[in-house]
């Protein structure tokens, strides 16, 4: 293929995050026959969210598998194909149902390399669309991340926007080991400028989408772009936020956070997941311990989502989980001193 | 939690401050904004309005006696806080003294209402602290504006642009503590900053120059052990030998206005009384309590005097007007075994007279060699003010005053 010509209409184009995650998929597949698709209506339904479409008409119903209503099976199944040599990548229709698949990828998929002295490793993508916002009530809108963050052996990834979905998506694939991708269902729609040549995000580097002085402001998946929204509302009441989107929240970019604490000498951490035990929590110790400490000019403060299963009333829905406005009036009384 | 009431910082180089009359008395509800009490500094009255809301307790401190800056003096309960004594520093109230009088020139300091934290209780964020360590800051003196009172970079900054006289030359200023230290690091306590920047400003600004001068102290020790059995017997203290020369400097200062003279921008003051300071030292600090119109005392009084001066000292119960505004001043370490020395003038000031310790030596006398009772003299002159020849006038007096005592009578 002539890549100048394909540079030059990477330059212009824009895909929808979900279409990212398919070119991807596809991608990966034309160049490795042993990556297949695997899951609940990925197959001739086109994934509960559309991001499979039509890969079952290029690949076949041998690599794009509808499976059993089996979260459990699902899971299991792609541990063992994935011990053997195969590239798989599963879908958990909503994330939620993630809890059914608990045993194989805490237990099994996190610790085979290490129970078999690395004679045995995991090399599966789990893909999860999660978050709120959809009405989808309390069963279907969680955002679970931070349990699998918490497990040693698991690589969790939440990319924001469609250049990162596919690039990280296509560096989970490689990866030896087990990823798990949250996708927030509210991104699927969302657009953006994605090459179209198979790209690598590198896991575990976060990505500064603004640079400021008076606030670091970090959030990851939907979030950093929420903080990105913030940030401009912010600049026009004079305060300058830096954004940092982590991208992946295992492994964490702790240096670009406390470079940027250093450097702001106030920290917002922003997540969907219910704030208590969270990702704001294990940003803030990390930065209470390290070094940085010493730069701190305010106390670090989490926005994160309420102590309660999110509610199906979408007022409250809307309430339970920080949104825009929220991120501005936290950065604002950090950086004004109103903070207590 | 009870709100901490405490002396607030409202002039920059304020130590201590009075409350000068309460408005409220125990038990009193107040609001947060409310006038509470009064204080004065050297300069003004000023209002200090309530930091909470609830009733006020345990007022610790009686209007007029001067205490720190910081010093808890009485505290509010909020609503439903039971109204037990809370646990208070030892020795909160304790009257204090500060070294010297606060500078005359500064402008006053940020928030009246700001609420400084007592040490125990500081309120300062990582960053300041970590800015205070590096300029040997105390934060016990800064004013914190943030939430609660909490001291933040801004205020760090704030205090030390404005830190006087400090800034424009390096090598007065702390030295910044880089990477790890040696040691142990102090920092100055409120006197000895003041200490710090009195003199080296006064080293700066004030072009020193020094006469020495090598007087017999025969006469002068007759004198005193005569004097000492007079004052057995009428009930006054041993008269010391710095007294006497402070009494010999006060009488022949009448003759050397110039000497008991002070810098005042572009002019000289020349001074209608005499008050000589005595330099002392304070568990490590030094003091300078001030013999108040020394020209117009006596033996017996100006000793008492010395001894009243040195034991309120002890106790600390001077008054910083018992320790400044001198126009003389008189160090003597000749106890220590110090043959001589030049010291540092006390400003705005313009000279200062330095003692060391007596001593038989050889000297000729008549044609003979002879022991003879001897101590060297220094004075320290202001050159912007005092002339050579002025300052050796005065020591040629000094000497033949200390020499021939009786002249003086």
Known sequence: ?340 | MPVEVILPKVDMDMETGTIEAWHVKEGDLVRQGDTIFEIGTNKAVMEVEAPATGAIRNIKVETGVPISVGTPVAWIYLDGEAATTPSEPAAAAAPVAAATAVSKTEAPAASVIAVAPASSSLRATPLARRIARQNALDLKTVTGTGPRGRIGEVDVKRHLEQRPRCAPVQETCPAPVAGASEGRLQPFSAIRRIVANRLSESMRSAPHFYLTSEIEMSAARDLLGRLAKRHERVGVPKPSLTVLIARVAARILRDHPVINASVEGEATRFHERIDIGIAMERDGDLVVPVLRDAGGMDMPAMTREFARLRGGMAKRTLTPAELGGGTFTISNLGMYGVDSFTAIINPPQGAILAIGRTIDKPVGRDGQIVLRPMANFTLSSDHRIVDGVAAARFMADLREALENPELLL
């Open chain 1, 1 to 340: 293929m002539p890549s100048d010509a394909l540079d030059a209409v990477s330059e212009i184009r824009e895909l929808s995050y979900a279409e990212a995650v398919r070119e991807a998929l596809g991608q990966a597949m034309e160049a490795d026959e042993r990556v297949f698709l695997f899951g609940e209506d990925v197959g001739v339904y086109g994934g509960a969210f559309g991001v499979s479409g039509d890969l079952v008409h290029r690949f076949g119903k041998d690599r794009v598998i509808d499976t059993p209503i089996s979260e459990l099976g699902i899971a299991g199944a792609a541990v063992g194909a994935a011990i053997t040599g195969m590239r798989p990548v599963l879908e958990i229709q909503f994330s939620d149902f993630v809890t059914l698949a608990m045993e194989q990828l805490v237990n099994q998929a996190a610790k085979i390399r290490f129970m078999f002295g690395g004679k045995a490793s995991v090399p599966m993508v789990v893909r999860l669309p999660g978050g709120s916002g959809t009405g989808a009530a309390a069963q279907h809108s969680q955002s679970l991340e931070a349990w699998f963050a918490h497990v040693p052996g698991l690589k969790v990834l939440q990319p924001s926007t469609p250049h990162d979905a596919k690039g990280m998506l296509l560096a989970a694939i490689d990866d030896p080991n087990p990823v798990l991708i949250f996708e927030h269902k509210l991104l699927y729609k969302t657009k953006g400028h994605v090459p179209a040549e198979a790209y690598r995000v590198p896991i575990g580097k976060a990505a500064i989408r603004r640079e400021g002085t008076d606030v670091t402001i970090v959030g990851s998946s939907i979030m950093a772009r929420k903080a990105e929204a913030a940030a401009e509302r912010l600049a026009a009441d004079g305060i300058s936020a830096e954004v940092i989107d982590l991208r992946s929240i295992r492994p964490i970019d702790f240096t670009t956070i406390a470079e940027s604490v250093r450097k702001s000498h106030r920290l917002l951490v922003v997540y969907e997941g219910v704030k208590t035990m969270g990702i704001g929590a294990e940003i803030s110790a990390m930065i209470s311990e390290s070094e940085v400490f010493d730069f701190l000019d305010a106390p670090i403060i989490r926005l994160g989502g309420a102590d309660a299963p999110i509610p199906y009333n979408p007022v409250l829905e809307k309430a339970a989980v920080p949104q825009e406005d929220d991120i501005v009036a936290a950065a604002t009384n950090l950086v004004r001193r109103g903070e207590a």
